[in-house]
């Protein structure tokens, strides 16, 4: 029978599930509504219940999933959605909905983690210890790798929370900080600060400098942090191609030559780079997370 | 023969070597001037040859070094000082140095790192695996652990450079940048913007109130970027304890209830600590050093 790796990406509007070989081949895939944690779980399970019939047996499932998590194995909530805006999700057990159905090794994790795992896996990210991945859309977020293990710490990061130097026409759409990397540069605050959505934006509009130029601050405040070997930026604000070689340009101009790395200095153009699996990496990343699970 | 373990803390100024036991107590310490390399090296070598001629043979030497450095052990320059303004030290072979003299294991890793390993091995963060130790004083530099191991990267971290909002009235010290951490909130930038030495401000001082929200703002930054479970605070600056209250305030404040855990909400007063070693951190951090070398 083949081994069969699950994959589940969780997100606020639905739920990407697939079935598929250890080489990231996907056999089948689906998406489900989010609606209530029981009705979607259960679809989940469903599915994968009936190609595991089909196809073989699981060998492993890995969950990426919207946050905040609880993702200390030690918790009592651990596999849990923490507090969230999102209706009835609030203390959501993912992981343990999933091990009531399912006795084969189960990995969760963020969604910004799982596609960076995904992305160091078969991407952008492969062969490296320490990078970022960002996702710049309808929020911010991020996640990576630090010493070849994926980010954790206290919960996760947040790195669309951290507060940036803003100009005298800033407008910040986040509802907890007037300040944050995601108040106002996220696409809500593009389309609320240029009245306009960000993908009906021409090449050349002023909107892409300032918006390179918050990202190119972020970037500097993340390089100075973390120290990471290159950064991956995906989402829907950064489907925008030319958006690359100005943030480029301008995270030099932050830096301005104090951090004294040829990968920077020579190299910025492999150094800050798309994401390779675009809308795959979701799923593939939930696939790896898979993976992980396995070899633990 | 006793197994002694050797420890270099290496500063812009002076050299500390001390000779000790692998439970941290000091039995041999010099203090030793920055001058040339080649001097400053190889009187830290006939210290420790004398040391362990005395007092038992050398198990493990470890080196808190000023930077930047370069860490990565498959560099050809792993553990050289990289270009730095400092006088004849650009390029110094600090490891190579030590090779030479010495046939036990040595490890070489930034100060704020060595220091940080110290209070996590006897201090402030002992049984942590995700934590931020920060000096602030005439320089603002960071490092820490992240999933048990100290953090590296490309380079090494240069926390003390992420952009902050600045106020008005902002002076930056920093030659690189108008707006980073060490430019607005370092001793220099106190003395430089108030016109008096911080350790003479009074408690109550408005400059108090500026610097804590400075540090506050960086502290938001690095807690949405890494999570980390404690952040540890030392450095001439933070020699001010009134400064504490006003920084954990500030902190809440900045992150204003986004990020959803009681180690921060509820128990602030553990999560923002200073250092517990205080002057000792950079040579017990070397001593750290030098056992995870043995370990290796």
Same mark, same amino acid.
């Not at 009592?76 to 090794?105: C, Q």
């Not at 993340?222 to 950064?238: K, Y």
């Not at 191609?241 to 040829?262: C, D, M, W």
């Given at each position: ?14 739920? *990407? ?17 989010? @609606? ?12 994968l ?6 196809l ?6 890995? *969950? ?35 091990? =009531?159905?399912?006795? *084969? ?7 910004v ?21 960002? @996702? ?29 130097? =803003? ?6 759409? !986040? ?40 990202i ?5 405040s993340?390089? !100075? ?14 489907a ?10 301008? @995270? ?11 990968e920077?200095? =020579? ?28 070899? =633990?």
């Open positions: 029978m083949t081994k069969l790796f699950a994959g589940i990406e969780g997100g606020g509007t639905k739920f *990407v599930v697939a079935v598929g070989r250890p080489d990231g081949k996907i056999l089948a895939e689906t998406r489900i509504p989010t @609606t209530t944690p029981e009705e979607t779980l259960s679809r989940c399970v469903d599915f219940q009936a190609q595991a019939d089909a073989g047996s699981l060998a492993a499932i890995g *969950v990426a999933c919207f946050g905040p998590l609880d993702l200390q194995p030690a918790s009592v909530n651990y596999g849990h959605i923490l507090s969230t805006p999102k209706n009835g999700w609030s203390n959501a057990d993912i992981l343990g909905s999933l091990r =009531k159905a399912f006795d *084969v090794p189960i990995s969760i994790d963020t969604d983690n799982g596609a960076a795992l995904g992305e160091w896996r078969w991407g952008a990210a492969q062969g490296l210890e320490n990078f970022i991945y960002l @996702t710049i859309g309808t929020g911010i977020g991020g996640g990576g790798m630090l010493n070849g293990n994926l980010m954790h710490g206290l919960l996760h990061p947040e790195m669309g929370h951290i507060p940036l130097p =803003k100009d005298d026409d800033a407008i910040s759409v !986040c509802p907890f900080h007037d300040d944050c990397f995601e108040g106002l540069a996220s696409g809500p605050a593009i389309e609320m600060r240029w009245g306009v959505k960000a993908e009906e934006l021409p090449v050349g509009h002023p909107a892409w400098e300032v918006e390179a130029s918050y190119a601050q972020a970037l500097r993340f390089i !100075c942090t973390l120290s990471p070997q290159r950064i991956i930026l995906g989402g829907g604000v950064m925008q191609a030319h958006l690359f070689p100005l943030i480029r340009e301008k @995270t030099l101009v932050e830096l301005n030559g104090y951090i004294q790395s040829p920077i200095l =020579k190299r910025i153009d492999e150094y800050i780079v798309p994401v390779a699996l675009d809308g795959k990496a979701g799923i593939l990343g939930a696939f790896a997370l898979a993976e992980q699970a396995l070899k =633990k």
